[in-house]
């Protein structure tokens, strides 16, 4: 079976679309013109155009099938066939993508996913509840003392900011040794299962070695900023045991209603696939400026079935109000986490305030 | 010194531009309201905003400085200040970037750059000239006797496209070890220096691998698709002792007019500061999209004295035709290499076209 990709293009007509269409699938492969190729080069791997549809106002939609052995079962490459050079073209988005099983098998997707992460944090039958340890700037010891707060009061996740590297407010090692002893005295005092996500985002092999001291201080997720360590790196950081919850620094880049990669692909197809358990994304109402059918259609592409590729949660962020959590999941429904940072460091009791959060979730699923 | 970033923002009037300017600064560090942080992480971590000046337009250029510890001197940590999290907010550029000499230190940059390319490849005075094996879908012998003949006729780079990974037409190992012996065996028919530049571009671990079996087979140089393989992949890589000529796949997700990343200060400051020996862009006149002046201003950030950092050589590609290889090098200056690809194998002799245009760009040196 072909990967079948569906772009988005302008064209004047039918006929100009089309030809468009098989500029793109000659870029994205040989990057030479037709009349240049074997016909054998031109039959296997260069896309073929199967359709090519109206979508008014000059834009068509165009179906491209290509031969999964182009992308030879590569995160990278899998980028660059989606979009490398045509980003640098006008008017051009990766609209949505259909996976070929043996494709979807070797990328692999997510470890843990929805049902793997409800075991470590033993949270079921409800939507999840996460937070974020900030601001960058206050030392080691501050932020495991929140973390500890957070525990207390049941927030499953408990994660680093994203903005949270290896500064020197907060060395890496001595934080996450801090929070993660946090998390667990909490943990024993309440009987509970936090989890805390140290952000191990870095440089190719300071990333994996920040995963493996995580996982020997006894954390069982992180954090990755998934575009800027490269999609990629996601795999990398899973393949050490770790979950991840990957953040979508950077990929705003990719969101223009005219060119770039849709989100629910981004964030949903491409994110689950490189291995997240976890997605944030920005949800609407929020200080971001994604709509809510295009959140609603992040989550379906997360949890939709996907060959062998298991379901990974989506994880609405960026301002979402403590109040709101209620009515955001009626809307998405259990299989979500919320992310609720700034909203919480608002309140004046910090704990009393995360406790009513979590009072409030575990109610409904009553 | 602090780190100071020129954003072009949106706003009504001066008062709403610096507003804007100050949730930006906060976004990119704390990700909470002021009144929310102690007075010192306020005024150590949170960016200061020095300047809002009118652009015209309701757009407006603000200059926010941060500390250069944010960053903690990684790649991915940088990528996130700048441009993490406003990129999923509306009409923010960062246009350019002032750099601390502490932090372009600890980010190192190239290891070859303009002189050592030259050293490696004995070109000296002129322009290089650079041009690509393809396409995918060819055996990797047939590339090879490709790679023999564009070394014959003295192509001082001859690199593969930047679609081919692993596929089974020509998988990496086989292709690696018979370029490379093609490019010996022309160099000691002619005496010439031609470096043959495999694609290493991968997955985290399996690039690095794949630039240590390019090194064992003799290889001085690769290519890195920097952003599908992330950015620090570029320095993963260049720290195995390989100059790295990065591509620029999917790097027009950031080129809008009014959101983004610059192109002089992604594909210039951003792809150099990685560790990135030659640069590959989209010449105006090809198939892509960017101005004359962007690429003369990417060569400007590519070449530019930069603290400690050395030169990089700006790569003019993407459908530069033989026959304005002249013109291209009156334009840009003989600190160049020329990726000329498509164009030469339009020509029905390859060995002959590409002797005539060594010929043509030695004798503008003379």
Redesign the interface.
Known sequence: MDLRITYHVHGADHRAAAARAREIAL???????SD???A??AA???GRVEAVEPLGEGRWSSVIAYHP??V?G????L???L????????GVVVASVDWPPELLASLGGPRYGIAGLRDLTGARGRALLCT?L?????SGAQLAERAYRFALAGIDLVKD???L?????APFRERVQRCQDAVQRANRETGGNTLYLPNV????????ERAALARRTGCRGCVV?A???????V??VAATGLAVMSH?????????ED???APPVLLGDLFRLAGSDAVIY?NVEG????SEATCAAINARLRAPLGSVRPSFPVPA?GIDVARVPHWIDRYGADTIFLV??SL??QPDLVAAARRLVEAVRALSR
Do not use: C, W
């Open positions: 870029e994205q492969t040989v990057e030479l013109p240049a190729l074997s054998d080069v296997r791997i260069v052995a182009v030879s590569e995160i990278p490459q980028l660059n066939l979009f490398g050079n045509v980003s640098m073209q006008a974020a900030k601001p960058l700037g206050v900011d994203h903005s590297s290896d500064q020197p407010p985002t870095s440089g190719v092999t300071a990333m994996l900023n575009l800027p360590a490269g999609l990629d790196g795999r990398a979508p620094s950077l990929a705003g880049a990719f969101f223009h060119h770039g990669i920005p200080r971001f400026t994604l960026g940072g700034g460091y608002a």
